[in-house]
């Protein structure tokens, strides 16, 4: 042993103990990877360092390296409590620094194998079938993509792969002159809408956590206390927010169709190998258990098809079941993956209406119940690329028409099921429904407090009527009594005798509590002068929506929406302002 060991003290075995137990955040860096930017390719234009924040055409590359600006002082608002137990994280982690630097923007000092910049991409845009590149401010569609969204990292966990990406993270050269910043008020929607589609088993991407800054806002169009305009009236400061959304990729059927746009015009030598490898890593990223991919590229290309196609109906007749309603539909807000992206326009139906649409910047095509003509139409699209990767194969072209052809008949198989599942029967009833959907209508019924009433199995029809928006008249009880009695036929003519059994079934496809507008509202507002509290409760709220609550917020859920909510703007309309 030399002198200078001689000499050194003992180590407290406590301290050689605490240098050596992990820290909570080891448990979150341990899973970090990054497949999307190893895998493809980066704007060859773009800078390295990632301080690329202005508008400008992004002509190659899948991604674009983007540093995210951090918000001002952020300080805690919430975190996913079971999204942080599936990826193996300590809830206590949603409050340590490094993490909530980290998820409010600021990559500078992030831990390894974080790294200082995150990644943005492009994407292209059509609606209902017709390619735009207006919304680019170039003309041309090379300048639409992520304007505020930043991806930060991917984790795996559990053999699951997710991709981490702040929304609100400041502008990349998607941005169109945008600050690139959300609000709070759309935060907290977006926060809590990903958790209560989830809890309500309808796939979306997730939250992970969202914080506020205490110092910094930003100017944006919305309504004036007690304003029944339909379009915003004043403008209004905002307090900023980031809200880190994970999902398996974010991936959109309008990214493979801006590859398939370049493929398509030649628009530069590798556009045609761009567009194969981004097909092949979202194969990889979303369907690694569903595609074989030791195939032939051109079978898992078309097996890629049929699967989603199965994922994006069944989502849709998930959306209608719920009451959800995307509100703008578009092909770049339609997740490869086929679960729910993107809630900025979103809304809920509550008084029944077919045509319920709640964006004021949306229209009829985008509305509650044309969302399967939308998703249809996307699909479409995203065929229309695909079939690029297959011009030297006609066998697999034909294939690959074929099921292009037949999305309209498995919507409609799904749709049909999803209804006789609502209404406890065994098959589709069309003339039941018909009559159902047209009574809703005339009744203004609540579409969540109608269903769940229904699921009871009522031998009357008052329990029907206490979700009735307006009071049903004598001619208008006589028909829902028939209604009724034509539903009850139907039910004891199944193979389902035990009707507890029934009732049973249909209160797990019925949720019990409903996503309110005028509910939601005052959160984000409380939110606003720091109070987090309703945030908190309406989280908790959704968190188990098919099951009895006792909370007094539950009680207010349990209502139709009061009048004086009716033509409010921000609650029974709004902008996508966000």
Not at 484 to 503: K, N, T, V, Y
Request: hydrophobic letters at 35%.
């Amino acid at each position: 042993m030399n002198q200078s060991a001689m000499n050194r003290p003992a180590e407290d075995p406590s301290e050689v103990a605490s240098s050596e137990k992990p820290s909570l955040m080891d448990a979150l860096l341990e899973k970090v990877d990054f497949s999307f930017t190893e895998q493809l390719e980066a704007d060859p234009e773009a800078r390295s360092d990632g301080h690329d924040h202005r508008p400008r055409q992004v002509l190659s590359g899948h991604y674009v390296p983007v540093a995210p600006t951090p918000i001002a002082s952020p300080e805690y608002v919430s975190h996913s409590q079971s999204l942080f137990r599936q990826l193996g994280l300590s809830d206590a982690l949603a409050q340590e620094e490094a993490f909530r630097r980290i998820f409010s923007g600021d990559l500078s000092g992030a831990p390894a194998p974080f790294k200082p910049v995150g990644w943005a991409t492009g994407y292209a845009l059509s609606v209902y079938g017709t390619e735009y590149t207006q919304q680019c401010p170039f003309q041309t569609g090379n300048g639409y993509g992520d304007g505020r969204a930043i991806s930060v990292a991917e984790v795996v966990a559990d053999g699951e792969r997710w991709e981490l990406q702040l929304k609100g993270g400041g502008p990349t050269p998607y941005c169109r002159g945008g600050d690139g910043r959300a609000v709070l008020r759309s935060s907290v929607r977006e926060f809590l809408a990903q958790e209560f589609m989830h809890a309500l088993g309808v796939p979306t991407s997730r939250s992970l956590s969202l914080y506020a800054s205490t110092r910094e806002t930003v100017m944006r169009p919305w309504y004036a206390q007690g304003s029944r305009s339909y379009d915003p009236d004043v403008m209004k400061a905002h307090r900023v927010a980031i809200s880190t959304r994970v999902a398996p990729s974010f991936l959109r059927v309008g990214q493979l169709e801006l590859f398939g746009r370049r493929a398509r015009s030649g628009a530069h030598a590798r556009a045609r190998e761009e567009l194969r490898m981004i097909v092949a890593h979202g194969i990889e990223r979303e369907y690694p258990h569903d595609v074989d991919r030791e195939r032939p590229f051109g079978e898992q290309v078309v097996e890629l098809a049929r699967r989603f196609r199965a994922r994006l109906t069944a989502l849709v007749a998930d959306w209608i079941r719920v009451g959800y309603c995307q509100g703008n539909f578009n092909s770049d807000n339609c997740a490869l993956g086929g679960f729910t992206l993107d809630y900025g326009p979103f809304g809920f139906c509550e008084v029944f209406d077919p045509w319920f649409q709640p964006w004021t910047g949306g229209g009829q095509h985008f509305s509650f119940f044309n969302q399967p003509v939308a998703a249809e139409a996307n699909f479409h699209m995203l065929c229309g690329a695909l079939r690029l990767l297959l011009d030297e194969d006609p066998t697999l072209a034909s294939a690959l028409d074929d099921v292009r052809q037949g999305f309209a008949a498995e919507m409609r198989f799904r749709l049909e099921g999803m209804w006789a599942g609502k209404l406890g029967l065994e098959r589709f009833d069309v003339a039941l429904c018909s009559e159902l959907f047209e009574l809703m209508r005339q009744s203004r019924a609540d579409y969540t407090l109608f269903f769940r009433a229904l699921s009871d199995l009522p031998g009357d029809t008052e329990a029907l009527e206490a979700t009735f928006q307006v009071e049903a008249s004598e001619e208008a009880k006589g028909r829902w009594r028939l209604w009724r009695d034509r539903w009850h036929e139907r039910i004891r003519a199944g193979d389902a005798p035990d009707l507890d059994a029934l009732s049973s079934r249909m209160k797990r496809i019925n949720p019990r509590y409903a996503w309110r507008e005028w509910l939601v509202a005052p959160a984000y507002e409380r939110a606003e002068t720091g109070d987090y509290a309703r945030v908190r409760e309406l989280q908790s709220l959704f968190s188990n929506p098919y099951v009895d609550q006792h909370s007094a917020l539950a009680a207010e859920a349990d209502q139709r929406r009061p009048l004086r909510y009716e033509g409010l703007g921000g609650v029974s309309h709004f902008s996508c302002s966000s």
